[in-house]
């Protein structure tokens, strides 16, 4: 299967700190995308990264990848009460999506 | 400018019953998909569509069965329902398979 794996499945944090999250994928890819998805709602778009880029911003979010590790992380710095949700990356390989298992992140006021 | 819509939001099916469920989008995308979500298991494609008219399978399609006769619209069916498609269901739409997606709100089906 491609899809990718996140790592840590879940993880807990204080307001302010980094949190970081990788994400694992097995085959090559078009690009690498993150969503968020908040408890009881879908899931949002958060960031795109194409397959010849190594790093990208958006706000507080940074995401990198490393096509020859085949991995992606993503962090959010300054977290915030309202960041606590779960974490998805998506590879896109030909004109398939294929989601990972998420990573549940907790940031604590 | 809704998005996507997803009727209904909430369903508890009997096994063997059957059900449709509607996503409806107004952003004129052409790629339209349906995932089902379930603890521990992140989102699995069921099916999706690349344009009016068309289907095809993902990782998941066995049980179901979805039409897209309207660009706007992608159906999904369930035509004899079974516990282990209790789940929670997003449909999504995009512009083309490299582009984000815009998800609906979900659908929690119960089979008992």
């Known amino acids: 299967s491609q899809q990718g794996e996140e790592d840590p499945q879940a993880l807990s944090i204080q307001e302010g700190e980094n949190a970081t999250m990788n994400c694992s994928y097995k085959?090559?890819?078009?690009?690498l995308q993150w969503y968020r998805q908040n408890s009881g709602r879908g899931l949002v778009h958060l960031i795109l990264?194409?397959?010849?880029?190594r790093e990208k911003h958006s706000g507080r979010l940074r995401v990198t990848l490393d096509t020859s590790k085949k991995s992606s992380s993503l962090l959010i710095t300054a977290s915030r009460a309202a960041d606590t949700a779960s974490y998805f990356c998506?590879?896109?390989?030909?004109?398939?999506?294929?989601f990972g298992t998420g990573t549940s992140l907790t940031v604590i006021p | 400018n809704a998005g996507v819509t997803q009727t209904p939001k909430f369903r508890v099916l009997k096994t063997g019953q059957s059900m449709t469920l509607l996503c409806a989008q107004d952003?004129?995308?052409?790629?339209m998909y349906w995932y089902r979500q379930d603890p521990g298991m992140g989102l699995r494609l069921i099916h999706y569509?690349?344009?009016?008219?068309?289907?095809a399978k993902g990782e998941v399609p066995d049980g179901y069965n979805v039409s897209r006769l309207k660009k706007q619209n992608f159906l999904l069916g369930l035509e004899s329902a079974a516990p282990s498609q209790t789940s929670v269901y997003f449909c999504?739409?995009?512009?083309?398979?490299?582009?984000?997606?815009?998800f609906g709100p979900g659908t929690r089906l119960t089979v008992l």
């Open positions: 990264i194409r397959s010849n880029e």
């Open positions: 999504a739409s995009s512009l083309d398979y490299l582009t984000e997606q815009f």
């Open positions: 085959t090559s890819i078009n690009n």
């Open positions: 952003m004129n995308h052409e790629y």
């Open positions: 998506a590879t896109v390989t030909g004109n398939q999506f294929y």
């Open positions: 569509s690349v344009g009016e008219g068309t289907t």
